[in-house]
C-alpha cells in the first residue's frame, strides 16, 4: 500500500502576485525573506508588510485616480491611522503620498516621516477651536487646516496673528442630497441618506 502524499500548503503567487510563495524546500518566502527567519528573529506573533507591494499598490492607486481626474494634479492623502506604522508612512511619503491626520500624536508622526507640510490634512471634525496646540503646531509648519464649523474661524485667526503666519485653510461642505430617501447604512433604523447623512457627518452646511 502507498502512503499518503502529504498535503502541500496552496501557492500563494495568485495572491499577492509573485511577493509571496513556497519556495523549492517548501518555506513560505516574503520578498525572498523566508517567513520562519523573521518569526525566529522577531517572535510572534509578527505583523509583516510586503515594501514592494505597499509601493505597487500605491503607485497603482495614484495612477487610477490621475488617469480619471484631467482638471489637474492628484493628491492622494489617506488617513495615518490606517498606516500606523512609522515606517509604511515614511514609504509612502517616498511615494509622494499625503496624509490627513486628527490629534497632536498624528500630526507629530506626520512631519516626523517627513510628509510636506502642503500634503497634510489636518481634520478635527468639528473640535479644532478646543485644540488650540496642535491649530499653533499647523499654522506654524503649514500644514492645512481643514474647517467644519465657523466658530473654527476666531481660533484659527488669533492663532496666526500671534504667529505673524498665514493660516492655510480649506472648507469642508456638508452637500445635500434631496429626493435621496432610500435608507441609508449609516445607521441601523431606515433613516433617508439624505438625513442619516447631516446628523453623521462633519462639515459646514450649504446654507
Known amino acids: 500500500m502507498t502512503a499518503p502524499t502529504p498535503a502541500r500548503a496552496p501557492s500563494c503567487t495568485a495572491l ?37 507591494r505597499l509601493r505597487a499598490n500605491a503607485r497603482a492607486f495614484q495612477q487610477a485616480f490621475a488617469s480619471r481626474w484631467p482638471e489637474g494634479s492628484v493628491r492622494v492623502l489617506p488617513a495615518i491611522k490606517a ?60 500644514v492645512r487646516i481643514t474647517l467644519d464649523h465657523k466658530d473654527e474661524f476666531d481660533a484659527i485667526e488669533g492663532i496666526a496673528r500671534e504667529l505673524g503666519r498665514t493660516a492655510r485653510i480649506r472648507f469642508r461642505l456638508l452637500p445635500d442630497f434631496p429626493n435621496l430617501l432610500q435608507p441609508s447604512d ?16 462633519s462639515g459646514m452646511p450649504t446654507e
Open 186 to 201: 449609516l445607521v441601523g433604523d431606515l433613516v433617508p441618506t439624505e438625513l442619516a447623512s447631516n446628523a453623521y457627518k
Open 83 to 142: 498606516n500606523y506604522g512609522l515606517a509604511l508612512r515614511a514609504i509612502l511619503t517616498q511615494e509622494g503620498f499625503g496624509c490627513d491626520v486628527f490629534s497632536a500624536g498624528e500630526l507629530w508622526a506626520a512631519l516626523h516621516c517627513g510628509v510636506p507640510p502642503e500634503q497634510i490634512s489636518l481634520t478635527g471634525n468639528g473640535t479644532l477651536g478646543r485644540n488650540r496646540d496642535v491649530l499653533r503646531t499647523a499654522v506654524a509648519e503649514g
Open 16 to 52: 499577492l502576485e509573485g511577493w509571496l510563495w513556497w519556495d523549492a524546500d517548501g518555506a513560505l518566502r516574503l520578498e525572498n525573506v523566508r517567513i520562519r527567519d523573521l518569526a525566529q528573529r522577531f517572535g510572534t506573533p509578527l505583523y509583516v508588510v510586503s515594501e514592494g
